[in-house]
C-alpha cells in the first residue's frame, strides 16, 4: 500500500491507495476537509479504481466527478485531490 | 424568520448526541421540526471525528481508552474536536437550507455571527475566520461543522470554556515526540478560550445564555424555550445504534 498526505491551504488530504501495474486497484481517501454531498467520497474512490496514477489522467476524471456530481469542497480544489494521489505514488 | 426553538441545555451521551442532531435534522426536513438550537455538554468527555476522517490515523484509542473518553464520528466533514466534559460547550443548529445563504462559506460566516455576538456580550471582541472558525485576537475559541440533507442545514460547533489542550494533544495523534511543551506552548499561541480571554471562567449557563442571545440578534429570529419531541426522541434511539456502531466509527 502506498500512502500519502497533501497539506491543502484548509484542511489535509490523507489517501492510502494500492497499485497494479500503474493502475489503482484499491483507494481510501481521507482528512478534514469537507465535501457536498458527502457520501460522494465513495463514489469517487470507485471511480478512481482502474485509473492510471498518472497527473493528467487523474486530473481529468477528477474534474469530471466534480461537474457531474456538482460537488463542492469550500476552500479546496480537484487538484489537491490530484495532488494527493500523486504524494501517495511518489510523483 | 421567526419561531425558532432554542433546547434547554443538556448534558448527553457522545452517541445520543450525534443521533439527536440527524433526528432534529432530518425531521426539520420533513416539516416536523421547528428550527432549533440546542447547546450541550458530553458525558463522557468524547472525540468526535469528522466524517471523512479514519479513526484509526487520528485518534490515540489507548489514550482514549485510559482517560475514558469516548469517540464518535460526525454526519459532518471537517476535523477532530475534544469535547471536554470540563471546559467545553457544543452548539448545534437546524434549519431549513432556504434560511441561509446557498454559499457554503457564506453561511458558516452567518451562523458563526451568531457565535461572535455572543462572545460580545461576554464581553470578547470575535471574528470570522474562514472556513469554520471564530477567533478572538488571531487565536481560535470556536471551529464549526456543517452539513447540508434533504434541504435542510445543520450546523455545530465547540465553544472553548477551559479545555485541557494536553489531554486533547494525547488523545488525538500528533506524533508522540511533538507533544512537548514547546509544542503545548505552540498550541497556546494559536488557541485560546473564554476562561483564558476573561481572565475568569464563566459558567456553562451564562455562556450558553449569552450565545442564544447572540444567535437571536445575529439571526433576526425568535427563540422559544422548548424540550424535544417524542418523534425526536424515538428516531435519536433507532439512529444512535447506528452512531455506536463499529461499521460507523471505522467507515474511513
Known amino acids: 500500500m502506498y500512502y500519502g498526505e497533501f497539506k491543502a491551504p484548509k484542511g489535509v488530504i490523507k489517501v492510502s491507495l494500492a497499485l497494479t501495474e500503474g493502475v489503482i486497484s484499491e483507494v481510501r481517501i481521507s482528512g478534514d476537509f469537507f465535501m457536498y454531498p458527502e457520501e460522494a467520497l465513495d463514489e469517487l474512490e470507485r471511480m478512481l479504481v482502474g485509473v492510471k496514477a498518472s497527473r493528467a489522467e487523474l486530473s481529468a476524471l477528477i474534474e469530471q466527478f466534480y461537474e457531474q456530481r456538482h460537488i463542492q469542497t469550500p476552500m479546496l480544489t480537484p487538484d489537491c485531490f490530484v495532488e494527493a494521489i500523486m504524494t501517495a505514488v511518489g510523483r | ?252
Open chain 2, 1 to 252: 424568520m421567526e419561531g425558532w426553538r432554542v433546547i434547554p441545555l443538556r448534558i448527553d451521551d457522545p452517541f445520543c448526541s450525534m443521533a439527536i442532531d440527524e433526528a432534529i435534522l432530518k425531521l426539520n426536513s420533513e416539516g416536523k421540526s421547528p428550527n432549533t438550537l440546542r447547546f450541550w455538554r458530553w458525558q463522557p468527555s468524547a472525540v468526535s471525528l469528522g466524517y471523512f476522517q479514519s479513526m484509526d490515523r487520528e485518534v490515540d484509542l489507548q489514550a482514549a481508552d485510559k482517560y475514558g473518553v469516548a469517540v464518535v464520528r460526525r454526519l459532518s466533514g471537517g476535523g477532530a474536536v475534544f469535547h471536554d466534559y470540563n471546559g467545553e460547550l457544543t452548539y448545534s443548529l437546524v434549519c431549513r437550507q432556504d434560511e441561509l445563504p446557498r454559499d457554503i462559506m457564506e453561511s458558516f460566516r452567518v451562523i458563526c455571527g451568531g457565535l461572535i455576538n455572543g462572545f460580545e456580550r461576554l464581553g470578547l471582541k470575535a471574528c470570522f475566520a474562514p472556513l469554520n472558525d471564530v477567533e478572538v485576537g488571531g487565536k481560535k475559541i470556536s471551529g464549526s461543522a456543517q452539513t447540508r440533507k434533504w434541504g435542510s442545514v445543520l450546523q455545530h460547533g465547540t465553544i472553548l470554556v477551559d479545555p485541557n489542550i494536553r489531554l486533547m494533544f494525547e488523545l488525538l495523534k500528533v506524533s508522540p515526540a511533538k507533544i512537548s511543551d514547546k509544542f503545548i506552548a505552540s498550541v497556546y499561541e494559536r488557541v485560546t478560550s473564554l476562561t483564558r480571554e476573561l481572565n475568569k471562567r464563566p459558567s456553562f449557563d451564562e455562556v450558553r445564555d449569552a450565545m442564544c442571545a447572540g444567535f437571536a440578534d445575529s439571526l433576526g429570529v425568535r427563540f422559544e424555550e422548548g424540550n424535544l419531541t417524542a418523534e425526536e426522541i424515538k428516531l435519536a434511539q433507532e439512529l444512535k445504534a447506528k452512531y455506536a456502531s463499529s461499521e460507523w466509527l471505522n467507515k474511513r
